[in-house]
């Protein structure tokens, strides 16, 4: 038994050092694919002991050392400066706002925008309103124009802090049900500024694209608070008003303090300071 324990001991301890030289020579033959010249190495520096008399042997030993050492020198400076370079990359800043997309920088910039993504069928309902505006709300702390896409909320009780407020826009998302717009796609707009004002900052609202429908009472007025609150009427809305007879899109611009509910995934918003800035740009374009 102590023969046999004897040998699996010495044939253990022989494996093991196989493995380890094994180990050597193979970090050894990744070594020396790394040539002198592809790290930057002078050939000269690297083989003047050949002009010394060293024998091949011990040139071969010393270009090995030098190699080796070099390629861990420069591995060790390139890790560096990867890491230097991750650590001064500035983070770029996350918006303020997280309904803003975009923020422009002058009117000229928000003009071109107008004129490719607007709306047609509200551009044009501006133009021949003789430039009046819808407005709403705004609470981005922001001082120029900006695309915005933010959240459908008629039918939150949070939006106006009044569940009769969120009832009734269910009823009328109800009733509504056919239509291209409702209460559970659309933001509301408004004709006053001043109104615009008690929800935020006033803005002028551009909605974007041409998959952006309208909506408003025939005889004026806010979709809420009206009336009772209790019974909605589908025969008093007019959805886009392109039918005969019916108040146009640009008659509703025109009157006062009237909620023109509309679609779409985003608006441009422009900052009421800049109104007339963007209503004298807007009569000098030929866009329509």
């Known amino acids: 038994l102590i023969m046999k324990f004897a040998t699996i001991l010495i044939f253990c301890a022989t494996t093991v ?3 380890i030289v094994h180990s050597f020579t193979s970090t050894d033959a990744a070594l020396n694919q790394f040539k002198p010249h592809s790290l ?8 003047s002991s050949i002009t010394t ?10 270009a090995e050392r030098i190699s080796r050492r070099s390629f861990i020198l420069s591995s060790s400076i390139i890790a560096t400066a990867a890491a230097a370079s991750t650590q001064l990359t500035p983070r770029t800043p996350l918006p303020t706002d997280p309904a ?26 501006v133009v021949a309103s003789d430039y009046h505006f819808l407005y709403r709300g705004s609470n981005a702390a922001t001082d120029q124009p ?8 008629l039918l939150s009780p949070a939006t106006y802090d009044s569940p009769a407020a969120a009832s009734y826009f269910q009823k009328l998302d109800g009733v509504m049900t056919d239509d291209l717009v409702r209460p559970r796609d659309g933001h509301l707009g408004v004709t006053s500024v001043a109104t615009a004002g008690e929800w935020g900052a006033p803005v002028s609202v551009w909605p974007l694209g041409e998959e952006v429908h309208f909506a408003w009472f025939e005889s004026g007025g806010l979709f809420y608070p009206r009336g009772d609150g209790l019974s909605v009427d589908r025969r008093e809305i007019v959805v886009d008003g392109i039918n005969c007879g019916e108040v146009s899109l640009d008659d509703a611009l025109r009157m006062d303090n009237v909620e023109i ?5 985003q608006f441009l918003a422009v900052p009421i300071a800049l109104e007339a800035e963007l209503r004298e740009a807007l009569k000098n374009a030929f866009i329509l």
């Open 17 to 19: 050092n196989v493995a």
């Open 100 to 125: 803003t997309i975009k923020t422009l920088s002058s009117i000229p910039e928000t003009l071109n925008l107008i004129e490719q993504s607007c709306n047609r069928r509200f551009l044009h309902a």
């Open 53 to 62: 008399g060293t024998s091949d042997s011990d040139t071969n030993t010393d």
């Open 261 to 265: 509910m509309f679609s779409g995934d």
């Open 40 to 47: 930057g190495i002078p050939t000269t520096a690297l083989y």
């Open 146 to 153: 900006a695309i915005r896409s933010e959240a459908f909320d």
